[in-house]
């Protein structure tokens, strides 16, 4: 059996961490920075709380990749006023055709207008062709997890959005 991928990511945000974290959990901003966002529906519960099922549908390279996205975990529920030394946490598991994937993200204040945001990533792969993309391009998935967050550090630093960019 193939041993799970995992790895973390990390960017700082320029934003107070309630503000980078507000942007973050708002889901009529994620076709700003999430590239190749095609779908984000809800099947069960509100969007982004604990519990809650979305159908996601993304184009990737071409062709459209279509899993399904638990949250797992949203600590705390309310994101307005947290206290600066709490630690936000936002967790959430995706099934797709081929693959099972646990992403754990973490939200901290770096300072006064600093946010940290790191994302710890782990995928496991049944199918062959996911076997062998784990395998050959491991740091694809990494690369990709990169790609978001520096997305979504251009979008709520400067308002760029994703959909005005050919690349």
């Known amino acids: ?36 966002l095609v779908l984000h529906e809800p099947l ?17 390279g071409g062709r459209r990749v279509e899993c399904t996205e638990t949250i797992t975990r949203r600590e705390p529920a309310d994101l307005r006023e947290v206290a600066k030394t709490r630690t936000v946490h936002f967790d959430r598991e995706i099934v797709g055709e ?3 994937s646990a992403v754990r993200d973490r939200l901290t204040e770096a300072g006064p207008a ?21 395998l050959l391009m491991p ?3 990494r690369k990709q ?11 709520a630093e400067q308002g760029k959005d994703v ?5």
């Open 114 to 134: 600093t946010t940290l945001w790191e994302s710890e990533n782990e995928y496991r792969f049944s199918s062959l062709l996911m076997k062998l993309m784990g």
């Open 44 to 60: 069960s519960g509100q969007h982004g709380q604990l519990g809650t099922k979305s159908r996601v549908v993304m184009e990737m």
């Open 163 to 167: 959909r005005d960019s050919t690349g």
């Open 139 to 141: 740091g694809a998935f």
């Open 98 to 100: 081929g693959m099972w």
């Open 1 to 36: 059996m193939m041993r799970p991928l995992k790895y973390t990511v990390s960017i700082e945000i320029a934003l107070p961490r309630e503000k980078a974290v507000q942007l973050l959990a708002d889901p009529a901003h994620l076709p700003n920075w999430l590239r190749g």
């Open 145 to 155: 997890s990169r790609q978001h967050m520096q997305d979504f550090k251009a979008f």
